[in-house]
Nanobody, 120 residues
């Protein structure tokens, strides 16, 4: 059973960089076919896909967030991380990490989500 757990600060000041880490257990982030996502849900809105890092380290980003987003990984810790720069209150959301597979393109495992508020 794969488990994902988000961690990071719950409060970030405007213009700063939001940094979150997803720790994966029960499976390796380098397993062939696996794709590791960051997704967020602002209050009162739907889910927004932010970007991924694939099993081979390749990254892809949402065009609307690409200029501010970076996703990286630490294979020794089986973790992947999100950095979102120059945050504004509009970046306030519940942030999730999730896995999908190249073959199914369906999210099969999710973290519980972590609330991040951008406020001075």
């Amino acid at each position: 059973q794969v488990q994902l757990q988000e961690s990071g600060p719950g409060l970030v000041k405007p213009s700063q960089t939001l940094s979150l880490t997803c720790t994966v257990s029960g499976g390796s982030i380098t397993t062939s076919d696996s794709i590791w996502n960051w997704i967020r849900q602002p209050p009162g809105k739907g889910l927004e896909w932010m970007g991924v890092i694939r099993y081979d380290g390749t990254t892809f980003y949402s065009p609307s967030l690409k200029s501010r987003t970076s996703i990286s990984r630490d294979t020794s810790k089986n973790q992947f991380s999100l950095q979102l720069s120059s945050v504004t209150p509009e970046d306030t959301a519940v942030y999730y990490c999730a896995r999908d597979l190249v073959t199914t393109m369906e999210y099969d495992y999710w973290g519980q989500g972590t609330q991040v508020t951008v406020s001075s």
